[in-house]
Every structure is written in structure tokens, then in C-alpha cells.
């Protein structure tokens, strides 16, 4: 499989999934936190096997417990990559790429994302990547879902044309059902707070004494439980587009963020879709563009038209509205969504998106689907879901009720087997956030509340800017060179600032 299409994948099904009361301690009922030299590993560092990939990055495979409670018992691999520092001279240690999702890959990020880190950050570092337990090349689950729930449409849970979520309870149990049949014992241990202990055995088989890191999307609330259950082992963080870490609700508020962030980010589109000279303008005004769209999505509720090759292969309102939030993650794609617009009121369709090879995107899911569900519990009556639902679709017509809806979580049939970690400001002063101000998937109103959480441990960059994943992606030089200048020196704004 090459670096492209794993890639894909994890966008895919990233958008796909995503998205109490102490902190978690060391005690007879909570995993203890593994110890530096009982946990070292002699790695055996061999060349990656995907293709274009640095020729520098190499991979090994890091053992850890399943069940952390259970040290001694089952053990699962951990896949991990490295490239090396390009100065040995100037290097501190290791930068840890914490991918997002739930259920994004992240062997290939060194080879990725690591590529566009500036040279004193390469020279500062060992860049190191891994795919999170149960994911890729670490030990595998997967649920073994139908190929119609794999619909990036059905696993954000849009409910019917009319507000009803009587499919989505129904689909909800379906999947859940194959998750236990086919999930395995660990399905049930894969979590946030598991990835966490995951990173610091990562940490210790690397023989580091400390780690830095840059987390995005979902790899905020990763890196901030690291911070909060191991803060004496973090060196430098960066937390980019930051996950909302209420520790009543968790996955749940990452889901329910979608709304905000959708009507926060969708007048950038209306803008651009409005701008004169541009070839695919929608409409004369910015303020037009709205209506437009939500009467184009009502009408494909109502009649929707055949896509062969899609799944569903049919793009009906749900569809459109899943492609608008997957568009508003990255600012380049308004020409494709304006396209597809344009295409729908003709009453046509542009040839189908191809997908992520299917066994890829199932590993996603049910990942994806564990940690959502494995993190928190959910109600499990289609009621409590219902009001919210209702509420959701009047104040927020563009997401139409699905952020609030009821995911697979609805019918988990596991008991999360600790309380969710609680964010505090107990630590040493290490984290730099960076947020664009526009981001439909962790809204600027999200990060706030980790920023508040993190209290004295942190510093926050603002970006004036459109987008998901700030640094050296959808921000502005000012929010990049803040960053790096971190990575780089240590040096770290005094105060929260804002990037215009």
C-alpha cells in the first residue's frame, strides 16, 4: 500500500468517525504509569515497506500491555516510525506527529507532514510517527461492517429528511452488534488515555527521558491526556486545532462541535461561491449562497439523483450536506463542492469520489468507533437523542440535526472501563496551542475550553484563518512561524496572542 493511498484513507475515515469528575491516578482499580527502564525495548529498526516515502524513515514495532490493568497479560504491537535528526548536533530529542481522527494513520507522517517542517525543527528532532493501537500496521481490529455503513453519510449519523432517528438508532445497533462479534477482545481497550500510555512506552523503547509533540484534530485531547497523566516526561507541545476536553461528554461534545464550527466556516465559502470572475459562482451575493444551498439539499431529500459508483449511489440531501463539511476542512476544496452544486441543479452528477481501499476504511471505523464509544458512555434511549436532535436542526439548519444524533455509541454494548481524563492545569508550563479561528470540525468556542482547562500550562496562537489544521497547513505565516519558533528554540509567546 503506498504512502497516497494510506494517506486517503485517513482522511477518509477520518471524516467519517469523527469527533469525570478526577484525574485519572495510579491506583488498585487504574493502570499504573508504565516506568522507563521496566518497559525498555531493544527496537529493531528495519526499512518502511510503503513506497515514496523518505528513504531516511525506518519502522520497528514497540510491544505494549492490551489491557494496561493487566500488565503481564496479551500483548499487542505497536507500529512506530523514524527519521532521524539532520543535525546530531543540534538535536534535543524526539518530536512525536500525534495523528488525528479517531482512526487516522500516522506511520507515514515523518515522511509526510514531517516534510514540510522547517530545518531547525528537523535539525531539533527525531521525527517519529506510529499508527495508534488497532490501526494499520499496529495490531489490527476491524468490525467487519456492511459495505453500506461504511457510507461516510451513514456514519455521521444524519437523521431522515423529516427529523426521525429511528434508522439511525436501527444502524446504530446493527454496527455496534459487529463491532462485539468481530472486534475482539480489543475493541474494548481501545481508547484515549490507552493511546497515551501507548506514546509513553513509544517514549521509553526510544530511550527518551522526555518527548515533544505536535498533535492535531483529535491528537489534541491525545496530547493533552499524555500532558495531564505523564507531565514531567513532555518537553515541547504543540495541540493544533483543538478538541473541546468537557470530561462529561468527551467524544460526545467533539461531535456536537460540528454545528458551530459549520456556521463559523460556511460565510467563507458564501464568499468565494459569490465572487465575481470567479467560473464556478454560485450566486451575485455572499448572502445568497445559503438559501441556496439548503434548498438544493431539501430538494434532493425529496428527489434525489442516481450516483453510480458512490456509496449510496445516490446523492441525496445527507449526501450534500456531508460533502459541505468535508469541503470546509480545507479552503481548496470550494471548487470541487461548487462543482458538484452546480452539477445537482442540472440535475447531473460529476463522476463518483473514489474511496479508500475497503479494508482500510473498516480498521478506520471500527477505531474510530471504539474510542468514540470506549471513552465515554452514551445514552442509550433514542429520547435523549431526540430533543437534541430537534434542537440542533432548528438553530443550525446546515448540519441539519446530525452532530447531536445518536452515533454507534448508542448501542455499545461495553461499559467504559474508566472515567474519561480530567484536564487540569496541574503541570509544568509546556503547551502552546494554535487554532484557526475558523474550523468547522474543532471550533475556535472548543479550544477555548482546552485553553481554559490547561489554565498556567499553556499559551495560545490564534489564526486569523479558514480551515482545518493550523500549523504549515490552513493558517497564516505569522501562527507558522510561532510554532516553529517554539519547536525550534523553546521560545513561546508570553502571553495568548492572535495572528492576524
Not at 525543527?121 to 500496521?137: A, K, N
Not at 467487519?144 to 429528511?161: F, K, M, N
Not at 494554535?434 to 482547562?453: C, F, H, I, M, Y
Request: net charge negative.
Amino acid at each position: 500500500m503506498t504512502k497516497i493511498k494510506r494517506n486517503a484513507a485517513l482522511l477518509a475515515a477520518s471524516a467519517a468517525v469523527l469527533s469525570l469528575t478526577a484525574p485519572l491516578a495510579a491506583s488498585a482499580s487504574t493502570p499504573a504509569a508504565p516506568n522507563a527502564l521496566s518497559t525498555a525495548q531493544l527496537l529493531d529498526w528495519q526499512p518502511c515497506e510503503d513506497s515514496g516515502l523518505d528513504p531516511r524513515q525506518e519502522c520497528a514495532t514497540v510491544d505494549v500491555p492490551m489491557d494496561y490493568a493487566d500488565p503481564t497479560g496479551k500483548q499487542i504491537g505497536i507500529a512506530v516510525s523514524r527519521i532521524p535528526s539532520e543535525n546530531p548536533e543540534a538535536r534535543r530529542g524526539a518530536l512525536f506527529l500525534i495523528p488525528g481522527g479517531p482512526g487516522g494513520l500516522g506511520l507515514d507522517t515523518p515522511s509526510g507532514k514531517g516534510r514540510k517542517l522547517p530545518q531547525a525543527v528537523r535539525d531539533t528532532y527525531d521525527l517519529i510517527g506510529f499508527d495508534p493501537r488497532g490501526l494499520g500496521r499496529s495490531t489490527p481490529v476491524s468490525c467487519g461492517l456492511e459495505h453500506a455503513d461504511l457510507a461516510t453519510s451513514r456514519l455521521r449519523p444524519w437523521p431522515a429528511a423529516d427529523g426521525s432517528i429511528s434508522e439511525n438508532m436501527t444502524t446504530a445497533q446493527r454496527m455496534s452488534d459487529a463491532c462485539a462479534r468481530n472486534g475482539g477482545d480489543l475493541i474494548r481497550h481501545i481508547t484515549t488515555a490507552n493511546e497515551a500510555r501507548d506514546i509513553d512506552r513509544i517514549r521509553a523503547a526510544l530511550g527518551e527521558r522526555k518527548l515533544s509533540a505536535w498533535g492535531v484534530s483529535y491528537g489534541t485531547y491525545v496530547g493533552a491526556v499524555y500532558s495531564q497523566l505523564f507531565p514531567h516526561r513532555t518537553d515541547r507541545v504543540v495541540l493544533d486545532s483543538n478538541d473541546d476536553p468537557d470530561p462529561t461528554r468527551v467524544s460526545r461534545a467533539w461531535v456536537a462541535a460540528h454545528e458551530r464550527g459549520v456556521e463559523d466556516t460556511f460565510p467563507e465559502f458564501a464568499k468565494w461561491a459569490s465572487a465575481p470572475g470567479n467560473p464556478r459562482r454560485l450566486a451575485a451575493t455572499a448572502a445568497e449562497v445559503r438559501p441556496l444551498f439548503l434548498e438544493l439539499a431539501a430538494e434532493l431529500d425529496r428527489e434525489p439523483l442516481p450516483w453510480p459508483g458512490a456509496n449510496p449511489e445516490e446523492l441525496n440531501g445527507n449526501v450534500l450536506r456531508q460533502t459541505l463539511l468535508n469541503t470546509l476542512y480545507d479552503p481548496d476544496g470550494f471548487p470541487k463542492l461548487a462543482e458538484l452544486i452546480l452539477a445537482a441543479q442540472k440535475g447531473t452528477v460529476p463522476p463518483a469520489p473514489q474511496g479508500p481501499p475497503e479494508a482500510m476504511m473498516q480498521n478506520a471505523v471500527a477505531v474510530g468507533s471504539a474510542v468514540l464509544c470506549n471513552d465515554v458512555e452514551w445514552p442509550k434511549s433514542a429520547s435523549a437523542y431526540e430533543k437534541g436532535v430537534a434542537e440542533s436542526r432548528a438553530k443550525y439548519p446546515l448540519t441539519a440535526g446530525m452532530p447531536r444524533n445518536a452515533m454507534p455509541c448508542a448501542a455499545w454494548p461495553y461499559k467504559p472501563k474508566e472515567e474519561p481524563v480530567r484536564i487540569t492545569d496541574s503541570g509544568p508550563s509546556t503547551i502552546l496551542l494554535v487554532q484557526n479561528e475558523r474550523d468547522p470540525a474543532t471550533p475556535l468556542s472548543g479550544a477555548l475550553k482546552l485553553r481554559t482547562a490547561l489554565g498556567k500550562r499553556a499559551t495560545m496562537v490564534t489564526v486569523n484563518s479558514t480551515g482545518h489544521d493550523a500549523y504549515l497547513d490552513n493558517g497564516n505565516e505569522c501562527g507558522d512561524r510561532t510554532v516553529s519558533r517554539y519547536l525550534a528554540t523553546g521560545e513561546r509567546p508570553g502571553r495568548d496572542t492572535y495572528c492576524a
